[in-house]
């Protein structure tokens, strides 16, 4: 078993920078695949940025070149670094370890509200 813990969500307003943090319980090493994923109030949860391997990555169209993801396997953290925010990228914002993207484990999500 895995635990992940978001930290790092808040109040910011559009144009500003948030960095969101995934603290694991354990090793992240073996978990080939992680991410995170948001879900604003009345839509789907969705893929926000993920490792789909080791060093593979994969963005939303929506955040790429304002996200990063990055991961410290030393740390056993994975983190997401929001540059340029805007009003639509409100949500809770979860983060995911497993074998694939979406599957495995999930942390209770972290806030994010970006004020226009």
């Known amino acids: 078993q895995v635990q992940l813990v978001e930290s790092g969500g808040g109040l910011v307003q559009a144009g500003g920078s948030l960095t969101l943090s995934c603290a694991a319980s354990?090793?992240?090493?073996?978990?080939?695949?992680m991410g995170w994923y948001r879900q604003a109030p009345g839509k789907q949860r969705e893929l926000v940025a993920g490792?789909?391997?080791?060093?593979?990555?994969n963005y939303a169209d929506s955040v790429k070149g304002r996200f990063t993801i990055s991961r410290d396997n030393a740390k056993n953290t994975v983190y997401l670094q929001m540059n340029s925010l805007k009003p639509e990228d409100t949500a809770v914002y979860y983060c995911?370890?497993?074998?694939?993207?979406?599957?495995?484990?999930w942390g209770q999500g972290t806030q994010v509200t970006v004020s226009s």
């Open positions: 995911n370890g497993g074998r694939v993207l979406g599957t495995g484990y």
């Open positions: 354990r090793s992240i090493f073996s978990l080939n695949a």
């Open positions: 490792f789909t391997s080791f060093r593979s990555t």
